[in-house]
């Protein structure tokens, strides 16, 4: 009988992410899966463009939870989640990374004795205050088995006093280097006039959206730099909401309705530097061999700091500048094995199908 993968996604890095392991559970005959969308990002640009253009199978079920409260949005996905595992009775729940539907998919499995499979596991920003940080160490403690991308994850773990703990530990490399090498030959060109040179920037982190002096002191460094070099920043609902009700102004900024993957590749492939609070696009800029500059006060990709592809520059307007100023003139060697070798969805499943 072949084994029953749940697979719990809701945001947009996580179709990204699921994309190349669906895909290679979709190749292999001793696996089935089944999707659940939590439909915590439900916008078309933000959740169907990516299932419709990277040929994600599409959902088995959608839970429609969205735009509440972290508690509101936890719980009603962890009751609805639970209701569809009892029908489902899977071998097996897949979550990946750190959002909210993560950290609901792992505690209705983990509740229900299902094994609990965390993909992006072991990442650390240190930082509390972060929602992210607390769904990704809560979902770690409660996984069977924890695929960590880097070996920095692994570390963390260990410091954790994670080999006292009953669980599997793999090193897997990350699975965004699969998607971007698949998709990179499909790149699509987006459907507005292209500058011949721009910078490439999105923002949407909490710390930054909700916090109107960061965010006001983001907004002016990037004022500053599109006097000389367009900016592109495709927006993300949560910080157009919040620009727009604070009135803050965008003006010589080129802001555009968030694109799909095969969009952004195309815009990545032809930046000359990502300035973002993503956590997926500061490995992007690697991968397309760009120079990146880190809108927030840490971050769990520490190899790229470390390496100099990436600097932290906080929110600060000068401090942003000046950094701006250092990395458009540094050369960097990119050839570096910082996150596998973009097989990491057949090591996954391969260790996924000898383990359950
Ligand atoms: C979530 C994740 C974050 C991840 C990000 C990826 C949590 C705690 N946060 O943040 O880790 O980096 O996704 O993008 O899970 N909205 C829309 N349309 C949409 C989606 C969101 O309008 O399609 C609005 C909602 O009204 C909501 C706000 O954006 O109030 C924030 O959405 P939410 O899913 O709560 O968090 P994100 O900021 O997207
Ligand atoms: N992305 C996209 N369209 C956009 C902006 C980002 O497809 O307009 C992709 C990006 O290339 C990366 C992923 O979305 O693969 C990152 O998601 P996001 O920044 O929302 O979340 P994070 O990675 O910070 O959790």
Redesign the pocket.
């Known amino acids: 009988m072949k084994k029953k993968i749940v697979t719990i996604v809701g945001?947009?890095?996580q179709f990204?992410k699921a994309a190349a392991l669906s895909r290679e559970i979709s190749k292999n005959n001793d696996t089935e899966e089944i999707i659940v969308h939590t439909g915590q990002h439900y916008d078309k640009?933000m959740s169907d463009i990516?299932f419709e253009e990277m040929k994600i199978p599409k959902p088995h079920y959608n839970l429609n939870i969205n735009g509440l409260s972290h508690g509101a949005m936890t719980g009603q996905m962890l009751e609805k989640i639970e209701v569809v595992l009892i029908k489902e009775k899977p071998d097996v729940v897949v979550i990946y990374?750190?959002?909210n539907s993560t950290i609901a998919g792992a505690l209705a499995a983990k509740k229900l004795h299902i094994k609990v499979v965390h993909i992006e596991a072991g990442l650390r920003s240190f930082n509390m205050k972060m929602p992210?940080e607390i769904n990704r160490i809560l979902t770690d403690r409660i996984s069977n088995i924890l695929f960590c991308p880097t070996d920095m994850a692994i570390e963390n773990l260990k410091k954790e006093g994670y080999d006292n703990i009953d669980c599997e530990i793999i090193k897997s490399g990350d699975l965004?280097l699969d998607?971007a090498i698949f998709y990179s030959k499909y790149e699509k060109k987006p459907d507005f006039e292209l500058p011949a040179k721009f910078i490439l920037t999105?923002i949407?982190?909490a710390e930054n959206t909700d916090n109107t002096e960061r965010l006001v002191s983001i907004f002016n460094a990037l004022k500053i730099i599109a006097t000389h070099t367009a900016v592109i920043l495709?927006i993300?609902p949560r910080t157009k909401k919040i620009i727009d009700k604070l009135k803050i102004s965008t003006e010589k900024l080129i802001i555009i309705p968030?694109?799909?993957?095969l969009?952004?590749i195309y815009l990545?492939k032809r930046t000359s530097l990502v300035m973002?609070?993503?956590?997926?696009?500061q490995k992007?800029a690697f991968f397309f061999k760009k120079p990146c500059l880190t809108l927030r006060d840490e971050t769990e990709w520490v190899e790229l700091v470390k390496n100099n592809f990436n600097i932290i520059v906080g929110a600060e307007t000068n401090t942003i500048i000046n950094n701006y100023n250092k990395i458009i003139k540094s050369s960097l060697n990119y050839e570096m094995d910082l996150y596998g070798n973009g097989k990491a969805a057949k090591n996954i499943l391969q260790n996924l199908i000898n383990i359950i």
């Open positions: 945001a947009r890095p990204i640009n990516f990374g750190d959002t992210e965004m998607t999105t949407h982190r495709p993300h968030p694109v799909g993957y969009e952004i990545l973002t609070d993503s956590g997926g696009m992007e």
